[in-house]
């Protein structure tokens, strides 16, 4: 069981296709896949979180899982228009 849970924040959202992942108080590895709305797996990046990251796609509606290094998973829904 995790010893601690953080809090991920993905902004703006809705957004112009750009958009930023903070996750405060984390730094190290984690996992982050890119789904679309119906489930299917389109990404999946295994990259080290040390500040705020921003990432783009195109336009359309994701979910994006992130799993940390201590198996915390947090899964957040974002619209790209």
Not at 30 to 48: D, R
Not at 53 to 72: A, E, H, P, S, V
Request: no cysteine.
């Amino acid at each position: 069981m995790p010893d601690k849970s953080y809090f991920v924040n993905i902004y703006p959202n809705p957004s112009k296709g750009l958009f930023y992942i903070d996750i405060p108080d984390y730094k190290g590895p984690f996992i982050m896949k890119i789904s679309n709305q119906s489930g299917k797996l389109l990404e999946t990046h295994h990259l080290t979180y040390s500040g705020l990251m921003t990432w783009r796609l195109k336009t359309g509606i994701y979910i994006l899982n992130l799993q940390l290094f201590d198996q915390q998973s947090y899964e957040i829904m974002i619209l790209i228009n």
